[in-house]
């Protein structure tokens, strides 16, 4: 915790309330991550990889970007910038 406080620090004084709700909230979402990454994505890796046992593994893993984490190489951003989701952020936070 300390090392999170460390890098949230500089940028928000947060009171040890707000701390304590970003480490619990932080905490929820890294479990439902896990439990997605268990039962989810281990699944569909396992089912191509025992489907398509002759594809490599550059191909494989490009698989696994584009039609599973849905951030496939062609994205420069991927998936962090869509140009029909307003950020709030001055061009989308893309800087030319």
Do not use: C, M
Not at 34 to 52: C, G, M, P, S
Not at 55 to 73: C, H, I, M, Q, S
């Amino acid at each position: 915790e300390d090392f999170i406080r460390l890098k949230t620090g500089a940028n928000e004084k947060l009171t040890d309330e707000q701390f304590a709700k970003l480490i619990v909230n932080l905490k929820k979402y890294v479990a439902i991550d896990t439990v997605q990454n268990e039962y989810l994505f281990h699944a569909k890796i396992y089912r191509w990889l025992l489907e398509d046992s002759d594809r490599g593994v550059d191909e494989f893993n490009d698989a696994v970007y584009d039609k599973l984490f849905l951030t496939p190489g062609t994205d420069k951003w991927l998936g962090l910038y869509s140009p029909d989701i307003y950020s709030a952020i001055e061009n989308n936070g893309v800087v030319k």
